[in-house]
């Protein structure tokens, strides 16, 4: 059985940083056989994919609307991703979730909610 669970989320004013996580149970070589995405849902809108990355961290992408402002990253001795966020808008605010799938794509469809089969409970961000 996979769990993921994110942590770290919290309100931040417009500008600042906050850094999100997502811990993976499961053996430490399953997860490392995984690619990992983030996803975000506000409130009355359809949830977007924000960054992905490949097994060994190799490959990143991130959606128009995050990039050069959030970075992922993944700890897979500690089966744990990360998304550093930076200059944080109020737009930014949402419900962030983790995603994880061993099956790995390395283009934009690696956004798609389609490409996860396991996911969070979410951590909330608001950004004021």
């Known amino acids: 059985h996979v769990q993921l669970v994110e942590s770290g989320g919290g309100s931040v004013q417009a500008g600042g940083s906050l850094n999100i996580s997502c811990t993976v149970s499961?053996?430490?070589?399953?997860?490392?056989?995984?690619?990992l995405g983030w996803f975000r849902q506000a409130p009355g809108k359809e949830r977007e994919g924000v960054a992905y990355?490949?097994?060994?961290?190799?490959?990143?992408y991130y959606s128009d609307s995050v990039k050069d402002r959030f970075t992922i990253s993944r700890d897979n001795d500690k089966n744990t991703v990360y998304l550093q966020m930076n200059s944080l808008k109020p737009e930014d605010t949402a419900m962030y979730y983790c995603?994880?799938?061993?099956?790995?794509?390395?283009?934009?469809?690696?956004?798609?909610?389609?490409?996860?089969?396991?996911w969070g409970q979410g951590t909330q961000v608001t950004v004021s």
């Open positions: 499961v053996h430490t070589y399953i997860y490392s056989t995984n690619c």
């Open positions: 995603a994880a799938d061993n099956r790995c794509y390395y283009s934009n469809f690696a956004l798609q909610e389609s490409c996860f089969g396991y």
């Open positions: 990355i490949s097994t060994q961290g190799g490959y990143k």
